[in-house]
């Protein structure tokens, strides 16, 4: 009988990818780096394979790696919400307003299955910058807002902070100088502090693209007009630059809508949110 995979070396492995440091993601679980790094060990002896490239600028998934990152990510979304489908039902509706950039993460999918397991439950979904979910949120459209905190008028219930990595596309060098870059277009709060790491380890640069998409930073990459910083989850595969200066983190921030405190749909939805960022 095949070994099981088991959902905490799962964990293990979905925070190193998207953290793309060990350091960070045994921060982030609050586990010591030896010990996180003797879990992803496992993890590999478990699977056959390494599933990590490991280097002194931090990590980046193998192919194996990128094979069961999403199923990975899939696991422990179904296993968040298979604890609230035990517990009791949970019925209405509630909106939740996601920043783009979240939208190419499990986030989507693990909603969709929150709705298949809760069948009274009905959820919308909103991609917009953080302005407009502000507005969504005023206007009661929405119950949940994720995305920038700086943008909304509540101070967050809890925040994540993500790290940002380097995305290249085929035919470019990183030590190009100038730079070309391939930004998102203003007004983005993630914008000034990459173009700060690049000015601080005195690297030159140009705008070669700027989209208000990540769709379109995605595909000005890919066709080789320069490299972008992105979340990991929206790091194409094969893509992962080296030798570019490391990166800030970025804060995401939960704000919710006043008065649904103690709504039992909402406490499930914040919890499968909570757990994936």
């Known amino acids: 009988m095949p070994p099981d995979l088991e959902t905490a070396l799962l964990r293990v492995l979905v925070t190193s990818a998207r953290s793309g440091s060990i350091s960070r993601a045994a921060a982030a679980l609050g586990h010591s780096q030896p010990a996180l790094s003797q879990q992803l060990r496992k993890l590999e002896r478990t699977v056959g394979q390494p599933l990590l490239h490991r280097a002194a600028t931090g990590v980046s998934l193998t192919k194996a790696g990128e094979a069961l990152l999403p199923y990975a990510e899939r696991i422990l979304a179904l296993s968040a919400q298979a604890l609230t489908a035990a517990g009791p039902a949970v019925k209405g509706h509630c909106g939740v307003g996601l920043i783009e950039d979240l939208t190419a993460a499990p986030l989507p999918q ?25 507005e969504a949120l005023t206007a009661g459209r929405i119950h949940l807002a994720l995305c920038d905190p700086s943008y909304l008028a509540e101070p967050p219930r809890w925040t994540a902070r993500l790290p940002l990595i380097w995305a290249v596309g085929p035919g470019i060098d990183p030590s190009l100088d100038p730079l070309p870059l391939v930004l998102f277009s203003q007004p983005c709060r993630w914008r000034v502090p990459v173009l700060d790491a690049l000015e601080a380890a005195g690297r030159g640069w140009r705008i070669a693209f700027e989209s208000t998409s990540v769709a379109g930073v995605q595909a000005a990459v890919r066709a080789g007009l320069g ?48 757990r994936l960022i």
């Open 227 to 274: 490299v972008a910083a992105l979340l990991p989850a929206n790091v194409e595969p094969g893509t992962t630059a080296r030798g570019l200066p490391e990166l800030p983190d970025v804060e995401l921030g939960l704000v919710r809508r006043p008065g649904t405190d103690g709504n039992p749909l909402i406490d499930a939805v914040e919890e499968v949110l909570r």
């Open 110 to 134: 693990a909603l969709a299955d929150f709705t298949r397991m809760s069948p009274e439950a009905t959820l919308e979904l909103i991609s917009a910058p953080g302005p407009v979910l502000q």
